[in-house]
């Protein structure tokens, strides 16, 4: 038995109060190495996963989970059906116990598009695996080789397709600023990713991380990342279109971990990175909507005006340190400008002059 690890118990929260016990497995089994991928600097664990730890992490993140939850365990990080094949048995009948006695919903897991077959997947659904998340990052050609991903765009529509057909749930993680990417190629890519119709989708802006091929190309001046202005306009972009094609997307952004942040000590040598980085993205979409219905109404020049949104969307209406209500006051040449609550609205917007 290893020595016991000290491990951050906070359950990761999603949409729909669902709550994720994250294992990760950095890099294990990943057949090559993508030009932007250190996992074990973006999961924060450096230390390889055992199956006997497995218990620990779970039990000690179940300890802080309300009984009633949705509880899922995932199994993140690296390819995990590109490992062998007995340590991914190994793996899910620690996990797997837990589904039978009900005190977690379901396993899932993350993958390679190239790492998918029939006889793995009948194995995956034996041991409780409903959901499986595809890492796709690209379906353009150019951008995939660039990123050295080592498949091509069918691969992924032929894995999403074994997936859906044997009744998994299907994900997709893409991400935008890789090597050979542009705004067209990423709407390109969303459009294509909704034609496999997965029910929810990941977007990952690309930062460079220390210790990376993608780093050393970047040091060079062979890669410009995105600037973070140029980031969110994208991703507001593409949660648009997907939210528009009822396909949720529940992550834009890494999440921000001890190594992953704004910090110049940090593991991020460059690339859009923020703490907050979907609700700018999502304050994008709600500033357009705002935008939208004044020129609408005609409201431009009005000495005051009332926005009414949903409690929770308040915050994205103002837009953080209220940069969306000075972008409005300059660009209308509107002096006061009011946000209130209104319980008929979630994340929509009404304005009248005041």
């Known amino acids: ?11 990761v929260a999603m949409k729909d109060e669902c709550r994720i016990i994250p ?7 990943c057949p090559n190495d ?28 179940l300890s802080t989970m309300k009984q009633d939850s949705h509880i899922e365990i995932a199994f993140y990080g690296g390819s995990f059906t590109a490992i062998d094949k007995s340590m991914q048995e190994s793996f ?10 009900n005190r977690v919903a ?23 695996v409903r959901t499986i998340e595809l890492g796709v990052q690209s379906m353009d050609e150019e951008v995939l080789s660039a990123s050295c991903r080592g498949h ?42 909704i034609s496999m119709a997965p029910e929810i989708v990941r977007i990952y802006p690309v930062l460079v991380i220390k210790g990376t091929e993608l780093e050393r190309q970047y040091i060079k001046g062979n890669y410009l990342p995105q600037r973070l202005e140029e980031a969110v306009e ?22 921000a971990t001890a190594n992953i942040n704004e910090d110049s000590q940090s593991d991020v040598a460059a ?62 040449a509107i002096r006061d400008i009011k946000v209130s609550p209104c319980q008929q609205l979630s994340k929509e917007v009404t304005v009248s002059a005041m």
Request: aromatic letters at 6%; a positive charge.
């Open 234 to 255: 994208l991703c507001a972009e593409l949660l648009k279109l997907y939210e528009s094609n009822n396909i949720k997307v529940i992550r834009i952004g890494l999440q």
């Open 152 to 193: 091509d765009a069918a691969c992924v529509y032929s894995a999403a397709s074994l997936i859906k057909n044997m009744g998994f749930k299907l994900g997709m993680q893409t991400m935008t600023g890789l090597p050979g990417d542009t705004r067209d190629k990423s709407l390109t890519t969303a459009r294509k990713v």
């Open 34 to 61: 993508c030009i932007f991928c250190n996992q074990k600097k973006i999961s924060g664990q450096l230390q390889e996963m055992t199956a006997e730890e497995i218990p620990q992490i779970i039990e000690a993140h």
């Open 106 to 128: 379901q396993i899932r897991l993350s993958t390679r598009p190239d790492c998918i077959d029939q006889d793995n997947l009948q194995m995956l659904w034996k041991y409780g």
């Open 271 to 332: 690339g859009p990175v923020h703490p907050a980085f979907r609700q700018l993205v999502e304050s994008r979409l709600m500033l357009e909507k705002v935008e939208t219905a004044i020129e609408r109404q005609g409201l431009a020049g009005s000495p005051r005006l009332v926005i009414y949104t949903g409690v929770s969307n308040i915050s994205n209406v103002v837009g953080q340190n209220k940069s969306n209500i000075e972008i409005l006051k300059r660009k209308y």
């Open 1 to 11: 038995m290893p020595p016991r690890r000290r491990w951050k118990i906070a359950g």
């Open 92 to 101: 899910l009948k620690e996990a797997s116990p837990y589904l039978t006695k």
């Open 23 to 29: 294992i990760f497995v950095p890099h294990k089994g």
